[in-house]
């Protein structure tokens, strides 16, 4: 999974120097404690097969080399693509490159074009480090970008977690005379294909935006659905029919 970073208004999946060096150094590690695992067990095999300490020496081998693997896999993804997202002077732009393909797609969705935006609450699993084992959540909001394209709805979404950057996207989209509809319940689990059907239907638990949206809080509570799994089934099941 690759983690958008930034702070404010921009974001890039692009790692900071400290970043890509402690990926570095953690990859490093984990290579030479397998390679060196590799080495005993190879010796325990050839004098000490009897023993059974080559069987016992599998177990932290299986571990570090699998940790070595997904931690190189996870770095590459970081230096195989190139993604931005920002809320600029003139609209929402999106950069997107893939550099081992040479695909590459930019984007920008002026204010103007902008019919309104969506932003409802999230909330996802987070390391509960307490003493108390119970599950916890992070709180969070998805911002739904609406607009039309030759008479058909578009829809983009981009999520945050952190208080102070969803202030600013907002007082953006004031500053622009943009529309905003909000929720506090959880629109997460929404695919954006019954996007048009769930959130533009005027019978929808939106209100335009007064107050704040307080995130990137954590919570025991598990937050209530915008919609049910069984209502997006039936919505899905129409739309499958009327196709």
């Not at 932290?60 to 970081?78: C, D, E, H, S, W």
């Not at 002077?89 to 695909?103: A, I, L, R, V």
């Not at 995130?215 to 049910?228: A, D, R, V």
């Amino acid at each position: 999974m690759i983690e958008m970073q930034g702070e404010g208004l921009k974001f890039s999946n692009q790692l900071a120097g400290y970043a890509k060096a402690f990926h570095v150094g953690l990859i490093s590690v984990l290579s030479i404690v397998t390679v060196g695992c590799i080495g005993l067990l190879l010796y325990l095999l050839f004098f000490h097969f009897s023993s059974g300490l080559p069987f016992l020496l599998l177990i932290p081998l299986l571990i570090f080399g699998f940790m070595a693997v997904l931690t190189y896999k996870n770095y590459r993804q970081y230096l195989r693509y190139k993604i931005i997202n920002e809320l600029n002077n003139e609209g929402y732009y999106t950069f997107f490159k893939d550099f081992k393909s040479g695909e590459e797609k930019e984007d920008l969705i002026p204010y103007e074009q902008m019919e309104k935006i969506i932003i409802g609450k999230t909330s996802r699993y987070t390391l509960n480090n307490r003493k108390d084992f119970k599950t916890l959540y992070i709180v969070g909001v998805n911002i739904i970008f609406v607009w039309k394209k030759e008479g058909s709805y578009q829809f983009k979404t981009f999520g945050i977690e952190n208080q102070y950057d969803l202030d600013q996207w907002i007082e953006q989209f004031q500053k622009h005379n943009v529309k905003i509809v909000v929720t506090e319940k959880n629109i997460r689990y929404v695919p954006e294909a019954l996007y048009k059907e769930v959130f533009l239907d005027s019978k929808v638990d939106l209100q335009p935006f007064q107050k704040q949206l307080e995130i990137g809080h954590t919570t025991y509570q598990k937050m209530e659905l915008f919609i049910s799994q069984k209502e997006m089934k039936n919505i899905a099941e129409n739309m499958k029919r009327l196709s």
